[in-house]
């Protein structure tokens, strides 16, 4: 039953549509899931193709797609493979309007499960740098667990707050996605409890929790960056109202008027002012410059497209003076330093292509062996760790730049444990991986314990943060030799292994082997990558005879449940 305050606001807002509006709370949900761009080797026609069942498209993500309740695509081996994450069709609209593009800074601050942030990921095929950021802890382990599903390896997965981040990533990102914590009033018909936790106060104590997290957001833009905003709540107090307070707060900020798909509706600027505790009284007219912004914002009702509630809004910095600098010089020093490692070069790509790849600007030529806050420390402006974008002039900024991208010859730094992972490395990539596969695993190679990590060019410093996942999980080192981890299994496509074995998604063998069991084939002795319907779901290893099953124990299937 919907709260009685909830329903008088919603009269409030809607007059008479309010009908059509709770009419729609009875009628059945879209359910959608998204194909991941990063194994669609084949194009999106091939991979919808594995799909058993008709799908619908969505308006405003070309990977998209509604399926009917009785697919159940979360059961299938090609949802463990990671081909497509499931998502209702109006949550993938935030990051449609966000377009992060390959190359890109980007962070997602409120991130679990990691719906938005696997999406983003897709955007940006695997290049430039991915902060996502979840609060909880055992929500960003969620978190965690759908990067390495999805096989993303340009992401780093923090368990901070946003005070933190902003006071270490002050103007460093060109997308910040706040897809924040609200009082899910657009979750009503898909989630009991959030029916029963609802409440006026809960609704004002969301929209001052928001207020924080969009000003801390708000620090970490880069000057021509843009900002996403959105929640699955109706209450216009987190809304309209929350754009409203943050445009008085932050007049560098303005609201930009993005074009609808069919179905969406613009923001009311009337609303900025409604307080859901007194079931929707205006309390004052907003200012008249600001509300005319407000129109620009978007309202995705249930009544009025296939999906459930949002609000979003796309914000942009339009300080000019910031605007012309950042133009002049492109910005990619990293406030608190890179992460440290052993360099490994990306093969077979010229230069150019390969700091094309690696990020839109050229910083990271010339670095060759280690890479990481030494590059930063060995500046003039050493100090510049704790400074601020703003407070570092043009020339400062060029230094850095440069130096970002310093061969650090003679240096001892690295230390035989990092040597050794990187030897390691280096023989199971010759005896494992194709040149194609080899091109594609580049970046700063580093250690945690005995665990091996690569993270893409111009990846943060992992100091002093909490830290999920500091990039794509290579491999454990044990007892001296290096075993390959599921992260990159499922990052590895077919034509990367010199040795695979692929199964029919729906076949024996792949239930055989998500429940744990060993596959009977007469092999070489080496590793395998198992493949469903040409999508990698893990790795066994041959001795000649079987495949010894590598699949991790804690995402095995009893398929007898
Ligand atoms: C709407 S959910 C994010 C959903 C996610 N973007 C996705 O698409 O899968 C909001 C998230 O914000 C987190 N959160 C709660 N309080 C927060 C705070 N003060 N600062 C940042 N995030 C917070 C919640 O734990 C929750 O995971």
Redo the contacts with the bound molecule.
Sequence with gaps: MLPDKFINRMKYMLGQECDAFLVSFECERSKALRLNPLKLQGGRDEAKGKLPYETKDILWEENGFVYKDEDEPGKSALHMAGLYYI?EPS?MSPVAYLDPKPGHRVL??????????TQIAGRMQGRGVLIS????AG?AKI?SENIERMGISNAMVLNE??ENLSSRFEGWFDRI?I????S?EGMFRKNEDAVTNWSPDNVRLCAN?QD??LDNAAAMLAPNGRLVYS??TFAPDEDEGTIYRFLLRHPEFKVCEVPLFEGMDRGNPEWALIDSADEGTWHDQPSQEISQQLSGCIRLWPHHLKGEGHFLAVLERVNEAEAKDADAEPVTYCPGGFQRGIKIEQKNMSAKEQNDSSNNTDSFKGLSDITGNEAADALPGAEVKKETKKKLKAKDRRAMDKNAGRNLKGSSRGGSALDMAAKLWEEFAGEVLTETGSSRLYGTLFTFGDNVYLAPPLMPSTDRLKVMRPGLHLGTIKKDRFEPSHSLALFLRMEDVKHSADYPADSQEIKDFTSGLTLSAGLENAWYLITADGCSIGWAKSDGRRLKNHYPKGLRINYAD
Excluded: M, W, Y
């Excluded at 950021?133 to 909880?136: A, G, K, Q, R, T």
């Design positions: 998502q949550a997602d601050l409120c991130a679990a499960p990691g719906g938005k942030s950021n979840e609060i909880n929500r978190l707050t946003p996605l897809d924040a914590p609200c899910g929790r924080g997290i929640t699955c």
